[in-house]
């Protein structure tokens, strides 16, 4: 097995998740919170979906799916398209609304670039710095892994709040 198909796998295994979770959820289910500061599936997925699209366009050098598909227009989220929910507050974390076909839709279309940019990846492709703000500076594997780590946790906190909830 190749690095870049080990990549895709672990990838893949959101995806899985994410589907799992989100499929046959009303917008209701989506955007309720456990608690008055806890995170909704919405806002779980929408982030997960931005951090993967926003670090892996910066690390490949192309543009973000978000932007360069549409998807920050079609969302109509009542924020900035830079925006990838780092440090959102609470009352931030509650203006994410947004539907299964909307969130799975911009997941599989960044899944997709996702998919596409890993295949072009050599072993040798893993050790380019990519981000130089951090001591050591980060490697595109290390980014790769960290993507990968942030995700599933993302997932499996929202399949946590729909245990939950449900």
């Known amino acids: 097995m190749k690095t870049s198909e080990l990549l895709l796998d672990a990838h893949s295994r959101v995806q899985e998740v994410l589907h799992d979770v989100v499929t046959g959820l009303d917008d209701k289910t989506l955007t309720t919170r456990p608690s008055d500061t806890a995170n909704s599936i919405a806002w779980l997925v929408w982030h997960l979906t931005r951090v993967q699209d926003d670090h892996l366009a910066d690390a490949g050098g192309y543009e973000q799916v ?75 594997g290390v980014r790769l892994v960290s993507v990968i780590d942030d995700c599933a946790q993302h997932s499996g906190q929202a399949a946590y709040v729909k245990g939950l909830i449900s």
């Open 66 to 140: 978000y932007t360069a598909d549409g998807w920050f227009e079609r969302l109509g989220l009542p924020l900035d398209e830079a925006d990838t929910g780092y440090a959102h507050t609470s009352d931030q974390v509650g203006l994410v609304k947004l539907s299964a076909d909307q969130l799975l839709g911009y997941y599989d279309a960044v899944h997709a670039r996702t998919a596409e940019f890993l295949r072009t990846l050599t072993d040798d492709d893993l050790d380019r710095i990519v981000d130089r703000r951090w001591n050591p500076p980060v490697t595109l």
